[in-house]
């Protein structure tokens, strides 16, 4: 176990520092700095991510499967906000044409747990990080799964689709009312959910489109 992840890791710091490499504005394709093919074997996976691995790559891309992975370890968990927040910013690169570091990006997420794990997924998908001073998180605004995207003074927003958040905050509900807040248990059962949300949901569906200005 202690392999798999410091495999993982030394991934996603390749991947993170790339952002501000020299490849960074030149290509929408994704540059590897550590491996020259991203680990999906089921040797290095844990057990109950070897039987969807397959599943997740074929119908949602390997560079969806790289994207979540490293947002899981970075997050240290595999969670279902940073999970749904790594595949809005994807979606918004797939917009844009465009490849890590080129987005500037406002976060409606908030500050506090569960629905602020998104902006950390969308560092990961999109490169906009707080060291790169891309992303901000709106300080005056209901906390929502939402963000705007901007590539110059062209601007998006997306927004998780009211449909799949109502079933998100009932499935963490009824994880609360049978597990309780933050045990054990908890845990395990908000990881079941990031699996299937992540093997059963597509980028393609899950989100509202509308353009935004830039301020």
Known sequence: ????????????????CLASGPHAHRSKDHHRVVFDKFPSEASFLRQDLRPVVDQIIREHGELEWETVVLTSEFH??????????????????????????????KSFAGRKPPVSCLTD????????????????????????????????????????????WQQVKGDIGRIIQRHGALTDE??????????KYWAEWSRDDLFDLTLVKRP
């Open 186 to 195: 908890y845990w395990a059962a908000v990881r079941r959910l990031g699996i």
């Open 1 to 16: 176990m202690k392999r798999n992840v410091l495999v993982a890791l030394a991934a996603a710091l390749g991947s993170l």
């Open 76 to 105: 240290t968990h595999l969670g279902i906000y940073s999970v749904i927040g790594a595949k809005m910013g994807l979606k918004a690169r797939e917009h844009f044409g465009v490849g890590l570091d080129r987005l500037v990006v």
């Open 121 to 164: 997924g969308i560092q990961v998908s999109t490169g906009a990080t707080l060291g790169h001073g891309t992303i901000s998180v709106a300080e005056n605004a209901v906390p929502a799964p939402r963000a705007h995207f901007f590539l110059g003074d062209t601007g998006i927003c997306l927004a998780l689709k009211e449909a799949y």
